[in-house]
Nanobody
């Protein structure tokens, strides 16, 4: 099993910054894509940003130029630096990891418990 622990959420004023972190632990043979999703009240969960094992990043249009995703393969962590935050960024942010627990195993999706981000004055 793979466990994900997120940290870094909180309350911030518009224009401010937050950095989210997610650490993976447990039986991990290989991690492919790591990413961040978010879900605002009454809305579907959406992809915010993702990054491959090789470092290729993908961003939602709404966060391009403001958010930066990074990962440390040795530490099995993924981070999301969020700058110029807007009220519409308010949501629960979830870490997601696509990983294998053994060489012969398929890739599974693993989700963190979520961390709340509130952007408000």
């Amino acid at each position: 099993q793979v466990q994900l622990v997120e940290s870094g959420g909180g309350l911030v004023q518009p224009g401010g910054s937050l950095r989210l972190s997610c650490a993976a632990s447990g039986s991990i043979f290989y991690i492919n894509v790591m990413g961040w999703y978010r879900q605002a009240p009454g809305k579907d969960r959406e992809l915010v940003a993702s990054i491959t094992n090789g470092g290729s990043a993908n961003y939602a249009d709404s966060v391009k130029g403001r958010f930066t995703i990074s990962r440390d393969n040795a530490q099995k962590t993924v981070h999301l630096q969020m700058n110029s935050l807007k009220p519409e960024d308010t949501a629960v942010y979830y870490c997601k990891v696509d990983a294998k627990y053994a060489a012969w195993a398929p890739v599974y999706d693993y989700w963190g418990q979520g961390t709340q981000v509130i952007v408000s004055s």
